[in-house]
């Protein structure tokens, strides 16, 4: 699995990093960067479940 951000919808909110620090960080502008792609599969729920808090939907899954 892996997860791409849309950069015009990110707003930095970073609800993704507090719900998988391991998989999200925010860059130098404040918006959210995949630190590891693919997603590890013992990560992807923590991934599906930053897809569908974010309140931008900004981060998408990609197959």
Same mark, same amino acid.
């Given at each position: 699995?892996? #997860? @791409? #951000?849309?950069? *015009?919808?990110?707003?930095?909110?970073? #609800?993704?990093?507090?719900? %998988?620090? *391991?998989?999200?960080?925010?860059?130098?502008?404040?918006?959210?960067?995949?630190?590891?792609?693919?997603?590890? %599969?013992?990560? @992807? @729920?923590? %991934? @599906?479940?930053?897809?569908?808090?974010?309140? $931008?939907?900004?981060?998408? $899954?990609? *197959?």
């Amino acid at each position: 699995m892996r #997860v @791409e #951000v849309d950069l *015009d919808r990110c707003e930095g909110n970073a #609800v993704c990093v507090g719900i %998988a620090p *391991d998989l999200f960080d925010l860059n130098d502008d404040d918006y959210a960067v995949i630190k590891l792609d693919p997603v590890p %599969a013992g990560m @992807e @729920e923590l %991934a @599906e479940q930053s897809i569908n808090e974010c309140p $931008r939907a900004a981060l998408k $899954r990609l *197959d």
